[in-house]
């Protein structure tokens, strides 16, 4: 299963970005997709998650109000839209897929990764 990560970049504080993660070569419809964050020097932080059909939904008290998570399973795609963004969401951003039933907000789950993209939110 390969996750192809993109929609990273430099944006003002107070404003939106849109993540997009691309799935190929797996049955996308039966995993648990997720989105987690790093900064260097700090462990992988868990943003947001969703459930295979799509219908649950999990978020840190971080973003809680300001990203939503979703997915098209038709496109093999998952999204994070990102509202009102605030400096301390500058980080690398990584899409993730748990082959599983049950969503889950520890990195240690997932079972494949993308390679990432920068988000920059200036003051």
């Known amino acids: 299963v390969q996750l192809q990560a993109s929609g990273g970049g430099l944006v003002q504080a107070g404003g939106s970005l849109r993540l997009s993660c691309l799935t190929s070569g797996g049955a996308f419809s039966r995993y648990v997709m997720g989105w987690f964050r790093q900064t260097p020097g700090k462990e992988r932080e868990f943003v947001a998650a969703i459930s295979w059909p799509g219908g649950v939904t999990y978020y840190a008290d971080s973003v809680k109000g300001r990203f939503t998570i979703s997915r098209d399973n038709a496109k093999n795609t998952v999204y994070l839209q990102m509202n009102s963004l605030k400096p301390e969401d500058t980080a690398g951003y990584y899409c993730?897929?748990?082959?599983?039933?049950?969503?889950?907000?520890?990195?240690?789950?997932?079972?494949?990764w993308g390679q990432g993209t920068q988000v920059t939110v200036s003051s």
């Open positions: 993730a897929a748990r082959y599983s039933v049950i969503v889950s907000t520890n990195a240690h789950d997932y079972n494949y």
